[in-house]
């Protein structure tokens, strides 16, 4: 018999009339213990609900703001992960009315940019910023050439020695994502996005990005969404000193005009790798990078060749020092634009209540 809640109520009936019958005090606590036995141990069988947003065991729950990881250990093996992975991205398409269709022309010369291919070990993957995407493309340069990524130094003459995807013919590229070992790997958005605003436009941009990103994007966001700034002549100078809520304003008000397509750095996910016009075999997850890491590399026989390095995260230990701060109505507005990318991969709804 299936154990579920129902059959349970219907045993507790049956017993509890039985025991009433024989008015026996000791069958009546020997049934009821057994059925709490029942009810709450191995007995019962694990269950998958979409009810909530972020029904992933691999990842972790968000709490006073920040990322909690999970000390239980991992119910299924990495196999059947990414098996569950696939299936809410699948029922998300379906959701969404999206197709999957990899054979569209005009798709595959548009949009695939931001994709990174090995031929040597048939490889594609595809770079999402702020998730890992530089020491994947120091692996898989390190995978081409044979070395290591600690003698790696120059990123820029790195991505110029990996072909593009979009730099294929039509039939090249077809083939590829037929026959080679596609991938991709996603974060928790609030955190990724934050990550973003710290490393391009907040406190630990660098000089290559205040070229062009405080140039780009700091002044005119500034100039929009900062009052008086009339007193502050430099800043609308250099445009190195937005403010995340000024940064945010600046998101939901582009998602709501048509001011073309975000930057690359805070692009939802399925935007950057079209999850559902293509077969993925891995997606992995900044949160579980070691682990999925160690798998993609295992599947193409390279979990010898090279050595994946641990990550620690910055903006999840700032999470709620920079959420905490922001109008509710802004915080829950930007959730808004982002809950797709919530949806598609399982992640927790964020609570305004644990960043405050």
Request: aromatic share 14%.
């Amino acid at each position: 018999m299936t154990v579920n809640s129902t059959n349970v109520h219907r045993l507790e009936k049956i017993f509890f009339v039985s025991c009433t019958r024989k008015k026996s005090f000791l069958c009546f606590i020997g049934v009821m213990a057994a059925l709490c036995v029942w009810k709450v141990g191995f007995f019962q069988p694990m269950e998958f609900s979409n009810r909530n947003i972020g029904t992933d065991a691999s990842h972790p729950q968000i709490t006073t703001g920040r990322l909690q990881f999970s000390s239980q250990p991992e119910t299924f093996n990495q196999t059947e992960i990414q098996k569950k992975r696939k299936a809410l991205i699948n029922r998300t398409c379906r959701k969404l009315g999206l197709s999957r269709n990899s054979k569209n022309s005009t798709f595959v010369s548009k949009n695939m940019q931001t994709f990174f291919v090995e031929d040597t070990h048939k490889i594609v993957f595809c770079s999402v910023p702020k998730v890992g995407s530089t020491t994947w493309v120091k692996v898989l340069h390190g995978l081409q050439e044979g070395i290591q990524i600690s003698t790696m130094q120059d990123l820029s003459n790195i991505t110029r020695t990996l072909r593009r995807l979009n730099t294929y013919t039509s039939s090249e590229i077809y083939e590829r994502l037929n026959t080679y070992t596609k991938f991709f790997f996603v974060r928790e958005p609030f955190e990724r996005l934050l990550s973003a605003y710290l490393n391009k436009l907040g406190k630990f941009a660098n000089e290559k990005d205040y070229k062009f990103f405080h140039q780009n994007y700091g002044i005119p966001i500034i100039k929009k969404y900062r009052a008086n700034i009339s007193a502050m002549p430099d800043s609308l100078h250099k445009g190195n000193d937005v403010t995340f809520e000024e940064f945010v304003k600046y998101l939901i008000h582009h998602n709501y005009s048509d001011d073309g397509p975000l930057d690359r750095h805070w692009q939802h996910y399925h935007r950057l790798c079209h999850p559902c016009h293509i077969q993925y075999d891995f997606i992995g997850k900044y949160e579980t990078l070691i682990e999925d890491a160690t798998l993609i590399l295992a599947s193409i026989h390279a979990d010898n060749d090279v050595q994946f390095p641990d990550r620690k995260s910055t903006a999840q230990a700032l999470s709620k020092q920079y959420y905490g701060k922001l109008p509710k109505d802004l915080f829950e507005n930007l959730f808004k634009m982002y809950r797709i990318d919530y949806e598609f991969f399982g992640f927790p709804t964020p609570n305004f209540k644990d960043y405050i």
